[in-house]
């Protein structure tokens, strides 16, 4: 099929075999693509990184252990995250990736591209990087996987110059790493979706942007994270993966499109799929009309998201905060605490600005090494916290309101 | 004018401390007995002048002055 040559990895073979994408199907190919615009003369400032990155793979899953060591120079001037060191352990056995940083790059709110930013990224990349990349890491970002440290500050002034010197509608920048904020995120909020009750692309382009010398300098007791969700259905996880989540709501009734109601009992049972779902019993039907008592209501999001022709949110709408969650790998995962209730959507972006700058200066103040806002607010009680932030207690302050973020669609047909 | 005198003098002792070894803010700040919010922004002159820089262990980040930084790096990898 092709004439270039691979190296031998029979466990990593096994990776492709699944129905899934594979990530090992995407490296050979990037290794082959390489490798022909090589032997077509191109100069490649990674010779071989993919090859390199197969071989140190299938040697960790031989060995069951590790290459990579992390750590390192940061190397992109003024800034003290977005870059992360990493180097292999094997650099006379594999020297093409001895060095094999990894670049974070601050994805637009939303995640929306034109294909022409994707592609100066992609060129950007070649020209810097090994070439291979991950749309998108765990907290958002552009991920550009392998590069050499003398790279770094070339590719962030390639970024920098998108624009100019490889034809993208605009710039891009580095994201957050490390004890600092984090790359805000957006859902694609009222852009695509009728259910969003803020602007969250704009709330995140203003966090994002006013807040860019905590993005890129860290100096925290440890990372913290924003991440603005249009509606309860919460689609980017801020409750459970946040440590400042904002979540769209409504203070009123539910809007009801009796007509449309109607239409969708031709095709599901809105007694078994919708009333007996509603989980606090709020909601009735006699076969004419839906009725929804509002005061019951705990903005589930099932009803709407069974009937979205029918039911929208309602009219008075804005965002609850939540504070404190995070979801590390191992252990330790907190589901954020409610702290504002509601607050409306035309003084939402300020007010999350205010409290944002309250947390941070006593988090900074009071927080141990690698402790996050939310194990703090454990440590010091939700008591200190609401002085903090200068809120009175609430009984809407709920504590984990829902533990999980997902509705599973085959309990839903029971 | 005193006040002045006092942050530069400060600020001549963190590139001291910096020039031994990479340093977190907060633990600067207590060996320096200064505010950790008066250190950071000493630390983001230092930085913004090119005198400083960042160092990552890979999940902390540290501030060395350029010279340590070139040294550390050179040590790693072997040159």
């Given at each position: 099929m092709t004439d270039v040559e691979l190296p031998e990895t029979p466990l990593l073979d096994e990776?492709?075999?699944?129905p899934w994408p594979s990530f090992v199907k995407e490296i050979k190919r990037a290794a082959i693509e390489q490798e022909k615009a090589m032997k077509a003369g191109k100069k490649i400032k990674l010779p071989g990184a993919a090859k390199g990155l197969l071989k140190v793979l299938e040697l960790a899953y031989k060995?069951?252990?590790?290459?990579w060591k992390h750590g390192g120079?940061?190397?992109?001037?003024?800034?003290?995250?977005?870059v992360i060191g990493r180097y292999c352990d094997l650099e006379d056995k594999v020297?093409?990736?001895w060095h094999f940083h990894t670049m974070r790059i601050n994805m637009p709110s939303g995640w929306f591209y034109q294909t022409k930013a994707l592609r100066a990224i992609c060129d950007a990349w070649e020209k810097w990087g090994s070439g291979l990349t991950n749309f998108h890491g765990s907290t958002g970002d552009i991920i550009l996987l392998g590069t050499r440290t003398e790279y770094l500050q070339p590719m962030a002034n390639a970024l920098a110059y998108l624009d100019k010197l490889?034809?993208?509608p605009a710039p891009f920048d580095i994201g957050g790493s490390g004890s600092d904020l984090r790359t805000p995120s957006a859902c694609m909020g009222p852009a695509l979706c009728?259910?969003?009750?803020?602007d969250t692309l704009k709330a995140c382009y203003e966090f994002t942007m006013r807040y860019q010398n905590e993005l890129h300098r860290p100096m925290w007791p440890y990372k913290f994270k924003i991440k603005c969700s249009g509606?309860?259905?919460d689609c980017v996880a801020a409750k459970a993966r946040s440590d400042f989540a904002i979540i769209g709501t409504w203070k009123d009734e539910i809007q009801i499109d009796q007509e449309a109601v109607k239409e969708y009992a031709k095709v599901i049972d809105i007694e078994k799929q919708v009333v007996k779902k509603c989980p606090t019993g709020a909601i009735s039907w006699d076969g004419k009309e839906l009725k929804i008592d509002n005061r019951e209501c705990?903005?589930?999001?099932h009803c709407i998201n069974v009937m979205p022709k029918a039911l929208k949110p309602g009219k008075e709408r804005g965002a609850t905060i939540l504070i404190g969650g995070k979801a590390p790998f191992v252990d330790g995962a907190i589901i954020g605490w409610v702290a504002i209730p509601f607050i409306p959507e035309n003084e939402l972006i300020e007010k999350c600005c205010e409290v944002l700058e309250a947390i941070w200066e006593w988090w900074d103040e009071?927080?141990?090494?690698?402790?996050?806002v939310g194990e703090l607010i454990w440590r010091k009680g939700m008591d200190e916290f609401l002085k903090v932030i200068n809120q009175k207690a609430d009984v809407?302050?709920?504590?984990?309101?829902?533990?999980?973020?997902?509705?599973f669609w085959r309990e839903l047909n029971q | 004018m005193t006040e002045e005198v006092n942050k530069e003098e400060l600020k001549q002792k963190v590139l001291e401390y910096l020039a031994k070894k990479p340093w977190q803010v907060r633990d600067l700040a207590k060996v320096l007995r200064v505010k950790k919010r008066e250190l950071d922004k000493i630390v983001q002159e230092l930085i913004n002048e090119g005198k400083a820089a960042y160092w990552s262990s890979g999940s902390t980040t540290y501030v060395t002055t350029k010279d340590k930084l070139e040294e550390m790096e050179k040590k790693r990898s072997g040159t």
């Open positions: 990776l492709e075999k699944g060995e069951k252990r590790t290459h120079i940061v190397a992109v001037v003024g800034y003290g995250g977005g020297p093409e990736v490889y034809g993208s009728e259910f969003a009750c803020y509606c309860p259905n705990i903005r589930c999001m009071e927080g141990k090494f690698r402790e996050r809407r302050m709920v504590y984990a309101p829902r533990n999980n973020p997902f509705i | -």
